[in-house]
Nanobody, 117 residues
Framework: VQLVESGGGLVQPGGSLRLSCAASGFTVSSSVMSWHRRVPGKEREFVATIIGVSGITNYADSLKGRFTISRDNAKNTVYLQMNGLKPEDTAVYYC???????????WGQGTQVTVSS
């Protein structure tokens, strides 16, 4: 099982980024897939989730309207579209998977997002 995040980088305030989480070893459409983020010195916080076959999504209240989680079942990949980025969105973003067919959960290695002018 592997989760590989990509798409992070440096962006100016107000800009956009799309993060990708490519999964292998299980099927994202049969899993609970989430994005979380961690700012240095702070606890990791929930960003968004997309749930199993239903595809139901949920977001941290503070991020609703700016961030969108989605998935491409054919590519077995989950995305996080981030718009209207703010300096306080600067963090390492992690992909998390709870495959329904497996007995544990998994984290990706993280991808750095820096919002700065």
């Amino acid at each position: 099982v592997q989760l590989v995040e990509s798409g992070g980088g440096l962006v100016q305030p107000g800009g956009s980024l799309r993060l990708s989480c490519a999964a292998s070893g299980f099927t994202v459409s049969s899993s609970v897939m989430s994005w979380h983020r961690r700012v240095p010195g702070k606890e990791r916080e929930f960003v968004a989730t997309i749930i199993g076959v239903s595809g139901i999504t949920n977001y941290a209240d503070s991020l609703k309207g700016r961030f969108t989680i989605s998935r491409d079942n054919a590519k077995n990949t989950v995305y996080l579209q981030m718009n209207g980025l703010k300096p306080e969105d600067t963090a390492v973003y992690y992909c998390h998977a709870v495959p329904l067919s497996l007995s544990r959960n998994y984290w990706g290695q993280g991808t750095q997002v820096t919002v700065s002018s």
